[in-house]
């Protein structure tokens, strides 16, 4: 079945340094990937979602992009600030199967160097 | 206004007893999904339904049965309770078929089971 491997649990930054999160994915249909980010108390929420390899998603700073060869999508930021702590998750979503099933990965949980 | 809304927002339940977790939106929207989410393992899908009276197994089912009385209504019931289900649990909806849809999540119902 469709599985995301999200290997960064925790990544811990200073202030306006650049943030990279990486994922690999693996699919036998065609892919779209996104990105959710969950704040703490509230329900995960769309942050990009990219439809096409290659193709950059952008929204609030962040860009996204997926690798078809390498079937890996990776998020960043350049400068992050405190307001970008949260937990993020790649998530791998079916084209074509009729489900609109989404599969999550176990999420990166990012903070500030206090 | 909150789009989809959990209820209750918390809730302790006993070792056997039977739980009920609600879910309404109001996005007009025909898919609605119900997640369990648990530290390390991200958010996993239990049910979800794309008509009312009509659910379908996620990949995590058993110990949990669904029911979509209508298109805005979507319950997850524990019929026996079990310490592993403690959890916190989120409902979502999306509209479409056939592709990729961007899924909005409720702020979730943090379970405990005693």
């Known amino acids: 079945g469709d599985s995301v491997t999200q290997m960064q649990g925790q990544v811990t930054l200073s202030e306006d340094d650049f943030l990279f999160i990486n994922c690999t994915y693996s699919t036998t249909w065609y892919p779209t990937l996104f990105w959710y980010v969950q704040y703490p108390g509230e329900g995960p929420q769309l942050l990009l979602k990219v439809t096409t390899a290659n193709n950059k998603g952008i929204s609030r700073g962040f860009e996204a992009t997926y690798d078809k060869g390498t079937t890996s999508f990776h998020l960043q930021k350049a400068s992050v600030q405190e307001s970008d702590s949260a937990v993020y998750y790649c998530?791998?979503?079916?084209?074509?199967?009729?489900?609109?099933?989404?599969?999550f990965g176990k999420g990166t949980k990012f903070s500030l160097i206090p | 206004e909150a789009a989809v809304t959990q209820s209750p927002r918390s809730k302790v339940a006993v070792t056997g007893g039977k739980v009920t977790l609600s879910c309404h939106q109001t996005n007009n929207h025909d898919y609605m999904y119900w997640y369990r989410q648990d530290t390390g393992h991200g958010l996993r899908l239990i049910h979800y339904s794309y008509v009312a009276d009509s659910t379908e197994k996620g990949d995590i089912p058993d110990g949990y049965k669904a029911s979509r009385p209508s298109q805005e209504n979507f319950s997850l019931i524990l019929e026996l309770a079990s310490l592993s289900q403690t959890a916190v649990y989120f409902c979502a909806s999306s509209e479409g078929w056939g592709g990729a849809y961007e899924q909005y999540f409720g702020p979730g119902t943090r379970l405990t089971v005693l």
């Open positions: 998530v791998l979503g079916e084209r074509g199967t009729g489900s609109n099933r989404l599969t």
